[in-house]
């Protein structure tokens, strides 16, 4: 099915095709043709969107729902194609499916461009978790990667989605991705990146009824010649609705716009966001833009950023008991990353801890 580097690659990025990890369904697209489409639940559909628009007619009432398909000259790529590849995954109401799923997204021709369109819908009541992962081949690969995805989390659903980026250097990643949380539902999205690529674009928006709550991490290790275009936007459209966006930074030789939008629009709203960010060299960029939106007064929304280098007594301290200097910061950065997200299954912690790792092993710094 797909060489031995993509085996290594696939496993990097949280898919596991060796059935060692318990995962409750998987799907492959290498390139835009989809090699594993498969769940061990029958409550829960794992499919390509190019089958499920022809056995599901009722999908495609929900493709460009979320996202306007005029949105910039991406979206509007991705409209034009009259049957983009994707992944769709439904799960029934009430549902509560016990192991995460598992979706890859890889690209292995060179300088292929991946035109994708994906749909995600929980039903009432429903639980899944989530691992996408995004990689490219070979090292030396240039493409881009195109998608719109949109993500329907309906009344007391919970949705953990987590997406692990591991691109190559000349590859251009475009995501753009909307979602609605009904009623008493919960969106956690966590999203990590610790490799060398071209360019990553997206941001994220979340439409949030009453009582719902959406959350966006984010970890971020921006490799020499990375540029990174990333953020959330949470739209607290529903009464007491909540929204979170918190994101840590480390940038090497590159350049990292994070963005952060929370709009309080009804009662009893709140909203927080954070930015910690690390420079690591003076050829280093980290441009925080946080923003809060009131147009309702009984919100409450708040923010706090902070940008810099390691501190030298932190260095000095680690350097006193032993280490070099170069061990010191490796440890520190390490450290600064791991961030243990609240609620995160166990086996989708284990795979941020390990991308960790290797980002922070010498042959990858």
């Not at 290498?30 to 409550?43: F, H, I, L």
Request: hydrophobic share 40%; with cysteine.
């Amino acid at each position: 099915m797909t060489f031995s580097k993509d085996k290594l690659d696939l496993k990097k990025v949280g898919y596991d095709e060796t059935g060692e990890t318990p995962r409750s369904a998987s799907f492959l697209l290498e390139d835009d043709t989809a090699r594993v489409s498969t769940s061990k639940e029958r409550e829960l559909v794992m499919d390509s969107m190019r089958r499920a628009r022809v056995d599901r007619p009722w999908v495609r009432e929900l493709e460009w729902s979320l996202v306007d398909p005029d949105s910039d000259e991406f979206t509007r790529l991705v409209a034009s194609h009259e049957d983009p590849a994707g992944n769709f995954i439904h799960v029934l109401e009430g549902a509560k499916i016990r192991f995460p799923a598992q979706s890859c997204f890889l690209l292995k021709a060179d300088r292929n461009e991946q035109v994708l369109h994906n749909i995600i819908v929980l039903e009432p009541g429903s639980e899944l978790h989530l691992i996408t992962g995004c990689t490219a081949a070979s090292y030396s690969n240039a493409g881009k990667h195109i998608a719109v995805t949109e993500i329907f989390v309906r009344e007391g659903a919970t949705l953990t989605y987590t997406m692990v980026h591991d691109w190559a250097p000349e590859v251009e990643v475009r995501p753009r991705t909307g979602i609605v949380v009904e009623q008493g539902g919960t969106y956690l999205s966590n999203y990590i990146a610790l490799t060398r690529v071209k360019h990553i674009d997206t941001n994220p928006l979340a439409i949030v009824e009453s009582g719902g709550t959406a959350r966006f991490n984010s970890i971020l290790y921006a490799k020499e010649g990375s540029h990174f275009d990333v953020g959330g936007r949470i739209n607290l459209r529903g009464v007491g609705s909540r929204g979170e966006i918190i994101s840590r930074v480390v940038a090497t030789k590159s350049s990292v716009i994070s963005r952060g939008l929370i709009e309080g629009k009804n009662a009893d709203t709140k909203g927080h966001m954070e930015c910690n960010g690390i420079m690591l060299d003076e050829e280093a960029l980290i441009h925080a833009i946080p923003e809060l939106k009131a147009t309702y007064p009984d919100t409450e929304l708040s923010h706090e950023a902070a940008v810099g280098k390691i501190a030298g007594e932190q260095l000095n301290y680690l350097m006193s008991r032993g280490l070099t200097e170069e061990e010191a910061r490796a440890l520190i950065i390490r450290g600064f990353l791991d961030v243990k997200i609240e609620g995160l299954p166990q086996s989708l912690q284990k795979v941020i801890d390990q991308m960790i790792e290797q980002a922070m092993a010498k042959e990858a710094i």
